[in-house]
């Protein structure tokens, strides 16, 4: 199971309103017992700050909000004294414009960096074509100096990378190899599939917003596969290590085209993101539909991963689709998550049920929501300090926070709810420690018995030695599935305890939004 901690938001050690590395350190006790295996931390390198660290000035240096290198390698250090793995972001797109290569590329036409970025000649308020940023507005910026024009995929503070520049290859190579020397478990690769844009920068359909982002020439381009095979070869070299795409698709969730950087499961990403899940409304059907072409999706010999909620896309705990009962359906969605097949990327705070706060204007950081987008309000609302007590500030810092921490916290924290037997972040800890407890739903096949109909979901996941059926109603309504059971078959595990005990015969009951787990065959 992979955790993935907004670093800014995770624990302040040294009370200056940021989280920082040692605080991570300080809580790795917490991740350790909630069965974390791996954490990836949302960029910790030297940045400007302008997207939140996504921008970075220097991939060798720590933030100095975040420590020092001797911090890193000590986090490093204890993370593994526990066996936790580390996994860094890191964004090969682009760097920040602060970044000394943007700086000297920028300075002259004739510099030795100018083919490191991509530049078109062009006249003032005439783009050189029509491509857009992700967050909306062209991807071009005019720079006055050189009078030319810059190509950017997301802000004007984050200049795209000539990856078809040899010496730009060599350079990410030899960083990557840095860290890897370093000791880090693997990578999350940023926007991995915006790495290479057309040659000839031609436009794209005049619908490209409405289009497939497999028609977009910024995006998915044959040689951004080439590249992908070479970053994986150099994790080959080293033992052990691992590699997971942030592949966003348009419109979200096509999962074909996640799956393809997954290539034939042994010469390209291990991981790719689908962003699926994350869009699929609230009923059964819906997500029968796209678990099961997720799934279908994956090459024989690659693996899938599953996750609801992240940095940029928002929590699953209160997004609009949940609407009533959302405590009962994060309770659901941690079983979804722990019983699909797939590695389980888990957002910090979701184990608690942490929610999308609301961010004054004023208070917030991230410039899509200030500047770009203020009807949407911004990714803010998902990263907000992690809520560790009921003292203020939620525990997290004794400093004024660099967000505000949500109004919840006296309520919603890991304190009050690590004894509780009821509460969110335990049922995480049994389903985790369930997860870990079976082979088959580790690594073992997923068969759907349903397709969601009826709003309830029904399948299997099976090894040659064990098989687990897993059921799950949507609705707020009792609703039963029929399926032999023998007296053998036992109950591992319901989202509602009081179900625990429970005979169950063929004419199996749920409650309303009750998830059950039956390990089959179980020899008395
Ligand atoms: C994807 C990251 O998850 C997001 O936070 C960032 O703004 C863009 N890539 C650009 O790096």
């Known amino acids: 199971m992979i955790y993935h901690i907004y670093p800014l938001s995770f624990f302040d050690s040294n009370n200056d309103g940021f989280g920082d590395l040692r605080g991570i350190m300080l809580k790795l006790d917490y991740l350790k017992e909630l069965g974390v295996d791996a954490i990836w931390l949302s960029p910790i390198f030297l940045s400007p700050g302008a997207d939140c660290g996504y921008d970075i000035s220097d991939y060798y240096t720590i933030d100095p909000k975040f ?5 890193f390698r ?13 996994v860094l972001d890191m964004v090969l797109n682009h760097t920040s414009n602060k970044h000394p290569w943007f700086i000297e590329s920028a300075s002259d036409k004739k510099s030795l960096k100018r083919d490191w970025y991509i530049w078109k000649p ?16 062209s991807c071009w910026e005019y720079h006055k100096g050189t009078g030319q024009y810059y190509l950017h995929s997301f802000l004007k503070e984050q200049p795209d990378l000539n990856w078809r520049n040899k010496e730009v290859r060599k350079e990410m190579f030899r960083m990557l190899r ?8 693997g990578f999350r690769f940023d926007v991995i599939n915006f790495i290479v844009k057309d040659k000839k920068l031609r436009n794209n359909s005049f619908l490209h917003w409405m289009n497939s982002s497999r028609k977009l020439r910024t995006r998915n381009h044959p040689r951004s596969y080439k590249i992908i095979r070479s970053l994986r070869k150099l994790l080959d070299k080293y033992p052990d290590k691992m590699s997971v795409g942030e592949i966003y698709t348009l419109p979200p969730g096509d999962a074909k085209l996640s799956a393809s ?23 059964a059907r819906a997500y029968y539909k796209v678990i099961d072409r997720w799934q279908k999706s994956i090459p024989e010999k690659g693996w899938p991963c599953n996750v609801f909620s992240n940095h940029d ?8 689709r949940f609407g009533f009962f959302k405590k009962e359906k994060a309770r659901i969605i941690a079983l979804l998550l722990m019983t699909l097949r797939g590695t389980p990327f888990l957002y910090y705070g979701d184990e608690i049920g942490m929610k999308n706060s609301s961010v004054p204007l004023g208070k917030m950081k991230d410039k899509l929501g200030k500047k770009y987008w203020p009807l949407y309000k911004g990714r803010d609302r998902s990263r907000t300090p992690m809520q560790w007590n009921s003292y203020p500030n939620a525990g997290f810092s004794v400093a004024e926070p660099w967000l505000p921490v949500d109004k919840n916290f006296a309520e919603v924290n890991v304190e009050s709810q690590k004894e509780n037997p009821d509460s969110l972040l335990t049922f995480y800890q049994h ?3 369930l997860r870990k407890s079976s082979a088959a739903l580790h690594r073992g096949n997923w068969i759907a018995l349903n397709n969601g109909s009826g709003n309830l979901m029904a399948y299997m996941r099976t090894t040659a030695d064990e098989q687990i059926l897993v059921l799950v109603n ?12 023998k007296s053998m078959d036992k109950l591992l595990l319901s989202t509602h305890k009081s179900s625990l005990g429970k005979t169950f015969h063929s004419k199996i009951n749920l409650r309303p939004f009750e998830g059950l787990v039956f390990k089959l065959n179980e020899k008395e």
């Open 67 to 71: 420590g020092t290198i001797d911090d």
């Open 74 to 86: 000590k986090l490093r250090e204890e993370a593994h004294h526990r066996n936790i793995k580390v």
């Open 122 to 137: 062009g006249k003032e308020n005439r783009k050189p074509n029509n491509w857009k940023t992700a967050f909306g507005g």
């Open 178 to 185: 840095y860290w890897l020397e370093e000791g880090v478990d």
């Open 261 to 283: 950087y997954l290539a034939n499961g042994e010469n390209s990403l291990h991981l790719a993101f689908d962003f699926s899940l994350i869009f699929t409304s609230w009923n």
């Open 313 to 320: 896309l928002l929590r699953f705990y209160n997004r609009s």
């Open 431 to 433: 389903l985790i420690m």
């Open 474 to 485: 949507f609705s707020p309504f009792a609703k039963h599935y029929i399926y032999p059971l």
